[in-house]
């Protein structure tokens, strides 16, 4: 059964769209490991659109449970994650532009700059995760570039149309995993996946962890954080 990962990012775009105190992650946070959740997931942005700089202090304090660090390979967070020491940190594409990460990374092309910013955080002692979309040539330069794990976006998946669509995106990230697992990389699988959809994703054996949060957090204004982490967690374990 997989583990599941709740990024609580979205807790934080609530609270920045007033410029107030509240909603608080850090609170929002210790709600989520009570209801038994395996991990927090927080992305500290460039541009700082939702999860700030305390927030990700404060959390490392206070989180018992695995604390994944989304972030961008740019020198200002490799330092920042060096300083805090989350549990994972896992590397993804960012643009101010996008409302959402709308792809996996470009590990081919932008190899060297990975490898370097895999190196400083493994030697600072962090596991390092790439997010990459479900192609066998991403996973073989994860493996290449050092990476101890590999996210495999989900989001295509999510947001297909038919059931026949559905079959060949899960056909896809199914040769993802097959290669994720060759090269002995830890496999995780997140973005867009809903109470709807995630069975498919949580049945394949292979993949360790699954980190969702929108659609937990958007379920949480209906029924409450607490019911909606338990009900995702009964989802993916049942």
């Known amino acids: 059964m997989p583990r599941l990962g709740v990024n609580i990012d979205h807790i934080a775009t609530v609270r920045q769209a007033r410029g107030v105190a509240y909603p608080d992650p ?5 709600i989520v490991e009570l209801a038994g959740a395996d991990g927090i997931v927080v992305h500290l942005r460039e541009d700082r659109r939702h999860i700030q700089d305390r927030d990700l202090r404060l959390l490392r304090e206070v989180v018992q449970i695995r604390l994944n660090l989304e972030m961008a390979a740019t020198e ?15 590397l993804v594409p960012e643009k101010r532009e996008e409302l959402t990460t709308e792809g996996g990374l470009d590990v081919i092309k932008f190899f060297s700059s990975l490898e370097k910013g895999v190196e400083q955080l493994k030697k600072g002692g962090i596991p390092v995760s790439l997010f990459v979309d479900a192609r066998s040539d991403q996973i073989r330069a994860s493996e290449e570039v050092g990476a101890d794990a590999v996210e495999i976006h989900t989001g295509h998946y999510c947001d297909v149309k038919t059931p026949g669509e559905a079959d060949e995106e899960v056909e896809k990230i199914l040769n993802a995993v097959t290669e994720a697992s060759r090269c002995n990389l830890q496999i995780a699988a997140g973005h867009g996946l809903h109470y709807a959809n995630v069975r498919r994703i949580a049945e394949i054996k292979e993949v360790q962890e699954l980190n969702i949060g929108h659609s937990i957090i958007a379920r949480a204004v209906l029924v409450g954080l607490d019911r909606a982490v338990r009900e995702m967690i009964a989802l993916i374990r049942s």
């Open 26 to 30: 850090v609170t929002a946070a210790g």
């Open 76 to 90: 200002e967070m490799i330092q920042i994650a060096l300083a805090t020491h989350p549990d994972v940190v896992t």
